[in-house]
């Protein structure tokens, strides 16, 4: 079935940086993408979201781009915190489907 | 609120055994889902539920069987527990309209 994917599996940055978080995306009818966020031992907590009819959203600290020509996803996380460390999952909605999650890429923030 | 609750939080089976996962709502959303996350993976969808009544299959529902005769409660049943299955098992649930999921603290389960 169609699927979505991240390119990096761990991504380490130091203290202070910006990260980015990459995912690639198949399905083009899906509605909305959703970037959720798993401390170890929990569940996924959501962070934003943006419809498929928006390139770009910004929440607190966190941007999302979507470039449908190419199918791709980012988050973009200002002056990154230890408390970020976590592993983020990239998701889309097909209409009439449910949440389909990638793989997932582990961010380290190193002091 | 208490959210999305799952029990037990841990368990282990021996192949062969049964038994079920419980999870409950108490935002009176329409939309429920159960999926699995294996070591260093992401999740995979099982089963999910529009509302009370109707349960569809989702990526991987073989070895499982769910219920949803009330928009609180959405059950994962597991008939006969294989070695495959050993897995954390998140449920999560989604308000009509909305975008947000709220996922449960999970359950690990390990067959042996």
């Known amino acids: 079935g169609e699927s979505v994917g991240l390119h990096l599996p761990t991504l380490s940055v130091q203290e202070g940086d910006n990260s980015i978080i990459n995912c690639a995306y198949s399905n083009s009818a899906s509605d909305y993408f959703i970037w959720y966020k798993q401390e170890s031992g929990k569940g996924p907590q959501f962070i934003i979201d943006?419809?498929?009819?928006?390139d770009k959203r910004q929440g607190q600290r966190v941007t999302v781009l979507l470039n449908k020509t190419v199918k791709h996803l980012s988050l973009q996380i200002a002056a990154t915190q230890p408390g970020d460390s976590a592993v983020y999952f990239c998701?889309?909605?097909?209409?009439?489907?449910?949440?389909?999650f990638g793989k997932g890429t582990s961010l380290l923030v190193t002091p | 609120n208490a959210g999305v609750t799952q029990t037990p939080k841990f368990r282990i089976l021996k192949i062969g055994q049964s038994m079920t996962l419980q999870c409950a709502q108490d935002?009176?959303?329409?939309?429920m889902y159960w999926y699995r996350q294996d070591p260093g993976m992401g999740l995979k969808l099982i089963y999910y539920?529009?509302?009370?009544?109707?349960?569809d299959k989702g990526e991987v529902p073989n070895g499982y069987n769910v219920s949803r005769s009330t928009t609180e409660y959405f059950p994962l049943r597991l008939e006969l527990a294989a070695p495959s299955q050993t897995s954390v098992y998140f449920c999560a649930s989604v308000g009509q309209g909305n975008t947000e999921a709220f996922f449960g603290q999970g359950t690990r389960l390990t067959v042996v």
């Open positions: 539920s529009v509302g009370a009544g109707i349960t």
């Open positions: 998701a889309e909605n097909p209409p009439g489907y449910a949440l389909n």
């Open positions: 943006i419809r498929s009819n928006m």
């Open positions: 935002m009176n959303h329409n939309y």
